[in-house]
């Protein structure tokens, strides 16, 4: 069984400041992990997705996630919010093999970006 | 770019009607998902498609059906809608992604008001 959860329904950031959205899995196989993001009135987009290629990965949009099994977490990270980034994240999980295609999601974190 | 379309995108019912909420794709996908979202909460697998005349109900039980006859399209239908059925329907579709794990495009979803 997998799980995601989301610490922080609601991340609020400056205009160029980081941005730090956190994501802690849990799951009974090695897990791939995902990044979506979803503007308002819209579905959700793939930023990133981790594959056990590299434990950074770079996703769209200047986005970026470390996959660290000792702290089981993969968060999101951005260097400088652009008011665009705006957006309602959610982090995703599944397994491997025959149930790889069964993505459970976190809550969500809602990014607002203040000017 | 992903090709996936979801018709009506709003749509407000009286209890007891019959709906039906379209979902088409144009890559191509062997695989199709529907998944309700609600605010603040994650969203949930109701019923997912591997291929033609192939459905399998989700995780989260829901009294709505789906049918596979052609793969570019997988309706969802409630036969008597109730206001318990008010949320946000989305649609999304796959292929493996040669790393090993499905990517799954979204539609823009369907929210749906009973009243």
């Known amino acids: 069984a997998q799980s995601v959860t989301q610490l922080g329904s609601h991340v609020s950031v400056s205009e160029g400041a980081l941005v730090l959205l956190r994501c802690n899995y849990s799951?009974?196989?090695?897990?791939?992990l995902f990044w979506y993001v979803q503007y308002p009135n819209q579905g959700l987009q793939l930023l990133l997705k981790?594959?056990?290629?590299?434990?950074l990965v770079k996703g769209i949009n200047g986005f970026e996630a470390e996959f660290k099994k000792s702290e089981t977490s993969f968060h999101l990270t951005k260097p400088s919010a652009h008011m665009s980034d705006a957006a309602e994240y959610f982090c995703?999980?599944?397994?491997?093999?025959?149930?790889?295609?069964?993505?459970?999601f976190g809550k969500g974190t809602l990014l607002t970006v203040n000017p | 770019e992903a090709d996936i379309y979801q018709t009506p995108r709003y749509l407000v019912i009286g209890t007891g009607k019959k709906i039906t909420l379209e979902c088409s794709q144009t890559?191509?996908?062997?695989?199709m998902y529907w998944y309700q979202q609600d605010p603040g909460m994650e969203l949930h697998l109701i019923h997912y498609?591997?291929?033609?005349?192939?459905?399998e109900k989700g995780d989260l039980s829901s009294e709505s059906t789906v049918s596979r006859i052609r793969t570019e399209h997988f309706p969802l239908t409630l036969e008597s809608a109730r206001p318990s059925h008010t949320s946000q329907y989305l649609c999304?579709?796959?292929?493996?992604?040669?790393?090993?794990?499905?990517?799954?495009?979204f539609g823009p979803g369907t929210r749906l008001t009973v009243l």
């Open positions: 981790y594959t056990s290629a590299a434990t």
């Open positions: 498609s591997y291929g033609v005349n192939s459905t």
């Open positions: 890559m191509g996908h062997d695989k």
């Open positions: 999304a579709s796959s292929h493996p992604s040669g790393q090993g794990s499905d990517t799954q495009y």
């Open positions: 799951s009974s196989v090695p897990p791939y």
């Open positions: 995703a999980v599944t397994g491997r093999g025959g149930s790889n295609y069964k993505l459970t």
